[in-house]
């Protein structure tokens, strides 16, 4: 199946949207500290509900843990400075849909890492910032799904 890699998110809620987001994909979560909350606080809770127990959720100390543990062979950096959009993309399993912290998004640092194989956006209209992180992750996670047929969905 996908991988979601969230680098450094900041606000529970999403972090919380994303763990239900997996338990219904079937996507694995991963997520690379430093992380703006604590993964046991009542607001990434309540955002899971109970689909914590059905998610696979993995925490990284740093991004280079996360490249260790995940052995990528296709990373898509997620960014509204792309110019390819996310449906350009033929989806693999094992593929990684990387985000970046609400506030900022991915730096250019992180969008230069060699295991970034290529950026992507999802369309908006003009002059509008970014989407709501769990938002943009469900739209990217549920086009490779897709694409794969929905493979084990009922």
């Known amino acids: 199946m996908f991988r979601l890699l969230f680098f450094s998110p900041r606000i ?3 972090t919380g949207n994303a763990i239900r987001l997996a338990a219904n994909t079937g996507c694995e979560l991963h997520l690379v500290e430093p992380l703006g909350f604590d993964l046991d606080a009542a607001k990434v809770r309540r955002a899971g509900l109970d689909y914590h ?3 696979s959720v993995t925490v990284h100390p740093d991004l280079q843990a996360a490249w260790a543990a995940l052995a990528p062979s296709r990373v898509f950096a ?7 959009f996310h449906t350009d993309v033929a ?3 094992g593929d990684v849909l990387l985000f970046g912290p609400e506030p900022t998004g991915l730096s250019e640092e992180i969008l230069a890492d060699p295991h970034v194989t290529d950026r992507l956006r999802i369309p908006m209209l003009p002059e509008r910032r970014s989407l709501n992180l769990a938002n943009a992750a469900s739209i990217a996670m549920y086009e490779a799904w897709r694409q794969q047929g929905f493979e084990g969905a009922v």
Request: hydrophobic share 30%; glycine share 0%.
């Open 12 to 14: 529970p809620p999403n």
């Open 53 to 55: 127990e059905m998610a």
């Open 78 to 84: 997620f960014t509204a400075h792309a110019r390819r």
């Open 91 to 93: 989806y693999e399993p």
